[in-house]
């Protein structure tokens, strides 16, 4: 097989890519992302994770249609609250969600008005491996997934997890209603998913 032609740093300078313009709170966390690629979401339970998710695809529908396959807690009345804290509705033309596989969900990506982002909860219960993330991540380069990850510590849990951290373009470790941000676009602001219980759980930390 030949090998691809190089690329010039003028050439480079000149790729255009399509972003999200995010605003206030959002530009200062993540600054502008692309609109596909990957991002990683992990925390333990109980932390306002699902909360931050569900926040995430509410502000993502601006740019454009989000899924959110609820593989984990299922169609469960704490989804169905933190759908309704988020008002969920008001987005509804623009979110939808799903449970099931990735056989599924990829038939569902080959369609012709596929959703433009994909939000999985969780990666554990996906069942993916190292190279079946590749292998998803390669076939579909215009989605954005963001997988939900189960916690170990202040890491993602099992080792494909802890690549998918190495490899997404944005990382998010949620803690005491706050989520923690490194992205590869800028920002870097912390960004409080619940104030109230933020605070609470900041008075909880001994010095």
């Keep these: 097989m030949p090998l691809k032609r190089a690329i010039s740093v003028d050439e480079m300078y000149k790729m255009k890519f399509e972003e999200m313009p995010f605003e206030g709170e959002w530009l200062e966390s993540f600054g502008k992302p692309e ?36 593989l984990e807690e299922g169609a469960r009345k704490s989804f169905q609250l933190a759908c309704k804290r988020n008002h969920m509705h008001h987005v509804k033309g623009k979110f939808i969600i799903l449970q099931e596989g990735i056989e599924d969900l990829e038939k569902r990506l080959n369609k012709r008005k596929a959703p433009n982002v994909v939000i999985i909860d969780s990666f554990q219960y996906t ?81």
């Design 35 to 70: 609109r596909s690629g990957v991002w990683i979401i992990w925390g333990q339970s109980g932390n306002g994770k699902t909360d931050f998710a569900i926040k995430t695809a509410k502000n993502l529908t601006k740019f454009g249609r989000v899924a959110y396959n609820t």
């Design 127 to 207: 069942g993916l491996t190292k190279t079946e993330y590749k292998r998803l991540k390669a076939k579909y380069p215009k989605t954005l997934f963001i997988f939900i990850s189960h916690a170990e510590g202040k890491q993602p849990e099992g080792r494909a997890a802890k690549f998918v951290r190495y490899d997404a373009d944005v990382k998010i470790r949620v803690e005491g209603y706050r989520a923690y941000v490194t992205s590869r676009y800028g920002g870097g602001e912390p960004f409080t998913i619940w104030a109230e219980g933020a605070a609470e759980a900041s008075a909880d930390i001994k010095p």
